[in-house]
């Protein structure tokens, strides 16, 4: 009589095993979904950090290029009025085949050839500084929106494995009362 039953009961121990060890799967799968959330937010916090540290050091590129480019500015309106006071010294000769016109073209176009050296690389200079400024301030703005296209997909992930979660913390509990249901 004992085998009997024992056999006939058989069947319903297999399925509580059954049932136990897909509740033990799905706790395990909560857990690991939990875990998962909480990596995602410390990514999320510093992705963001990653983003503020980049904005902030993108404006300090903009502070340095508008700085760079008033210096310019203010140099070259020194530059210009430094030329056009200045003055030339020369000493007379007392013959009398001396051309003190030609002399004073000659030193005039030489100095203006020397002010316009000066001027052509103090240009080229600023000019060179410039876009390199300009190009570091690209890449920190390229770098801030692939930061914030980051931010956005983990943003938008959160919310997706929050439902997962839920639904599999809901999944738990059903299973949890069919097990105790067959208990």
């Not at 009025?81 to 000493?91: C, F, G, R, S």
């Not at 002010?115 to 690209?138: C, P």
Request: glycine residues 2%.
């Amino acid at each position: 009589y004992e085998k009997g039953t024992l056999n006939s009961e058989l069947p319903n121990m297999e399925n509580v095993v059954d049932f136990k060890t897909k509740y033990e799967d799905e706790i395990n799968n909560c857990t690991a979904a939990e875990n998962e959330s909480v990596t995602l937010k410390k990514h999320d916090g510093a992705a963001f950090l990653q983003k503020s540290e980049q904005e902030a050091t993108l404006n300090g590129l903009w502070d340095e290029i508008n700085f760079i480019r008033k210096s310019y500015n203010e140099e070259l309106e020194q530059m210009n009025l430094y030329v056009k006071d200045v003055t030339a010294i020369t000493e007379v000769d007392n013959r009398q085949d001396f051309e003190m016109n030609a002399i004073l073209e000659t030193l005039k176009a030489q100095y203006d050839d020397i002010i316009k050296h000066s001027r052509v690389e103090t240009h080229t200079l600023y000019q060179r500084k410039y876009e390199e400024l300009v190009t570091s301030a690209n890449c920190y703005g390229d770098n801030i929106r692939n930061t914030k296209a980051k931010i956005q997909e983990m943003k938008t992930n959160i919310p997706r494995f929050r439902n997962e979660i839920e639904n599999l913390k809901q999944q738990g509990l059903s299973t949890e009362c069919n097990w105790r249901l067959l208990n």
